[in-house]
């Protein structure tokens, strides 16, 4: 078992529940990165309000 691997599946798996994730609509790699980045901000500013 790779230490800490459980952090990388955790932030996979939330990332998962976005419903844009849930398939490939990007043409762009870019866009689909961008999308990543709005999950993530989301994620982080209702852990910071909590």
Same mark, same amino acid.
């Given at each position: 078992? %790779? ?5 990388? #599946? +955790? /932030? ?7 419903? +844009?994730?849930?398939?490939?609509? #990007? +043409?762009?790699? #870019? /866009?689909? #990165? ?7 901000? +989301? %994620? ?7």
């Amino acid at each position: 078992v %790779i230490p800490r691997r459980w952090v990388v #599946e +955790r /932030t996979f798996a939330w990332l998962s529940r976005s419903r +844009r994730f849930a398939r490939d609509y #990007e +043409r762009l790699p #870019e /866009t689909g #990165e961008a999308m990543i980045h709005a999950a993530m901000s +989301r %994620i982080m500013l209702r852990r910071i309000a909590a």
